[in-house]
């Protein structure tokens, strides 16, 4: 019996030919390369094959097209099941090869972007349109864009001064060992004064996030941000709360998006359930302000206040949890105005009170954080 990848090699080196006479510079080192990464995997895979090539004979992005067109032209336009006995792939499996090799726009030269160049010119528009439209009113292929978008949303926390000094070119405090130093390299002459100035650290930001029911239209993106915002920053601690209240800090360090919400959700129990915002910043300044979590920092509530449980309970959490942190914001998806009765009690409290129902709600909140 004749040997099976005998007529696999002779076709890994008829491919490459054919992609020198379509004019990509490949050599022979660049053939045994081809050949040697096919070993570990399966020849009769077109996936296999298809991305194998790319990866050890493509090294321009300009050359992707020719690659793409010389690969359909010489494995996928063979007519009949078994055309070449080097090459014994099925209808089927050439059928779902066509469908999965589909080019990218982004790698499209020529021809083939022409039609594509038109509407490129409402794309800003488009952008703009959407951060002005409410996440409730947003359809589910507007929302993936907004979430596409809110990547490039750049959060800079704020930072404070702390105790401990740094060498600086001015201040208030002198550094006498740097100024020693340098006079005794000038052997005893007077030398520049050198200068300490305290040191600037990012505060603390906390998020705490509402997903009962009323905020269902809302929950999603504001945990999408979340992630945006754990990603810019270390210091972040991300909560939800319902009737009860979670961490998911730990989640939400997945680096997709989708991922992480996907985490997130399942470890959140009370998700679209009831309201008891009280109970949850109670337990959050107990269990986790004891322990520093948010102690001189920024703490940021994103809910609409319908609170189902006792207000007494909301405003004495709201008073410790003021007296811990450095500054409380609340994002407010239908508005600034404190119509609700769990907005009425905490607004004392309340340092910054925003709305939350656009992506430029939060991009203003970004810029004002900073």
């Not at 405090?173 to 020693?180: E, I």
Request: charged share 30%; aromatic share 6%.
């Amino acid at each position: 019996m004749p040997d099976p990848t005998d007529s696999f090699l002779a076709s890994l080196v008829g491919f490459a030919r054919e992609l020198r006479a379509a004019g990509l510079p490949v050599g022979s080192g660049d053939v045994v390369t081809f050949c040697a990464a096919m070993e570990p995997l399966d020849p009769t895979d077109l996936m296999d094959l298809y991305w194998g090539g790319r990866a050890t004979l493509v090294t321009r992005r300009e050359q992707i097209p020719v690659y793409h067109e010389t690969f359909l032209r010489y494995f996928l336009d063979q007519p009949g099941e078994q055309a070449d006995e080097s090459r014994p792939f099925t209808l089927p499996q050439r059928d779902e090869a066509r469908s999965a090799l589909q080019l990218p726009e982004t790698e499209r030269q020529g021809e083939e972007r022409e039609d594509e160049e038109a509407p490129l010119g409402l794309v800003a528009s488009d952008v703009a349109v959407l951060k002005h439209r409410e996440f409730a009113s947003c359809t589910p292929e507007e929302l993936a864009a907004l979430r596409r978008i809110m990547r490039t949303v750049r959060l800079t926390p704020p930072r404070r001064r702390s105790r401990r000094t740094a060498p600086a070119p001015s201040g208030r405090r002198p550094d006498l060992r740097r100024t020693v130093r340098e006079a005794m390299r000038t052997h005893g002459d007077p030398a520049a004064l050198r200068w300490r100035a305290r040191r600037e650290r990012p505060r603390p930001l906390v998020l705490l996030l509402d997903v009962s029911g009323s905020m269902a239209d809302y929950s999603r993106a504001l945990l999408q941000y979340a992630h945006v915002t754990s990603r810019a920053t270390s210091k972040v601690e991300v909560f939800c709360f319902g009737t009860g209240l979670t961490r998911i800090t730990r989640e939400l360090e997945h680096r997709r998006p989708d991922e992480a919400l996907d985490r997130a959700a399942r470890a959140v129990a009370d998700w679209e359930g009831g309201t008891r915002i009280g109970a949850s910043l109670d337990a959050f300044v107990r269990d986790h302000g004891r322990r520093g979590t948010g102690r001189g920092g920024i703490v940021v509530i994103c809910s609409d206040g319908l609170d189902r449980g006792d207000p007494a309970l909301l405003e004495s959490a709201m008073q410790r949890l003021s007296r811990l942190c450095h500054r409380v914001v609340w994002l407010n998806p239908h508005g600034t105005e404190p119509g609700s009765l769990g907005m009425v009690v905490a607004a004392p409290y309340v340092d910054e009170l925003l709305s939350a129902r656009t992506l430029a709600d939060l991009e203003e909140f970004a810029r004002r954080l900073g």
